[in-house]
């Protein structure tokens, strides 16, 4: 009996081992996710009236082990939301563009990833993971344990190898706490607060900037709002 319990905990062990030693690289839908992605955007509200028809993106998603690092930089056309995401920086004529870095750690063998961070950007409450449902699909949800609803649903799918599109819901999640803000009076759990659009192609590292400068020309950008050395977003003129 020892024998075997002996055997049974080595193997245990060496299980344990090799589940720990998977990277991200081992799973298909993030080694189609990273590099390089140029996208168009739209953007609509819970009555499916536009808030943005159009804007732009450049999308870096980087896998390192079990860490993944995307930084996604959004380029906002002139608009009431554009000139709230300037920070007092535009006009109401002008585009802006922000820079969001979001970090997360794998932490299971599925592949899920359990996001730590998302500096400068429009951000959310709770738990967020991506979790993986098929080679080339995954959903991204941040989760309300307060209230036990979701805030937001983000469907990540890739049919094709250099095709990534994305559909973003935010949900209503809460309608009495200190969540409730952003719902509508007459809203209930699970209601639409928006809806995006997000459709990608991929691109080269060295067409990144070029892509980077056809938006912010395309969108009239005239400031940037970016992470600073705290990692709190901090706002530049471009012009």
């Known amino acids: ?55 732009n993106s450049v999308i870096h998603i980087e896998i390192d082990g079990r860490t993944y690092r995307e930084t996604e930089i959004k380029s906002y056309a002139p608009s009431r939301l554009a000139h709230y995401y300037g920070r007092g920086l535009t006009t109401e004529a002008e585009g802006v563009e922000t820079v969001t870095v979001t970090t997360g750690e794998m932490i299971d063998d599925a592949g899920t990833v359990r996001i730590a961070s998302a500096a400068s950007g429009p951000g959310g ?9 098929s080679a080339d699909t995954a959903v991204r949800v941040t989760h309300n344990a307060a209230t036990g609803f979701d805030s937001y649903r983000m469907f990540i799918t890739l049919p094709a190898p250099n095709k990534r599109h994305v559909a973003n819901y ?68 471009i012009d």
């Open 1 to 55: 009996m020892k024998f075997w319990g002996t055997m049974f905990a080595a193997l245990g062990l060496a299980v344990a081992a090799q589940a720990a030693d998977k990277t991200l690289a081992d799973v298909p839908f993030w080694r189609a996710n990273a590099g390089w992605w140029r996208v168009d955007n739209t953007y609509f509200d819970r009555n499916l009236d536009y808030n943005i028809r159009s804007y």
């Open 125 to 133: 409450e709770g738990t967020t993971e991506i979790r993986v449902l």
């Open 170 to 237: 935010g949900l209503v999640s809460d309608t009495k706490g200190p969540g409730a803000a952003n719902a509508a009076p007459d809203a209930r759990m699970g209601d639409l607060r928006g809806f995006s659009l997000f459709r990608g192609d991929r691109i080269a590292a060295d067409e990144a900037e070029s892509w980077r400068a056809t938006f912010r020309a395309r969108n009239l950008v005239k400031a940037v709002i970016e992470p600073g050395p705290d990692g709190k977003p901090a706002g530049r003129r």
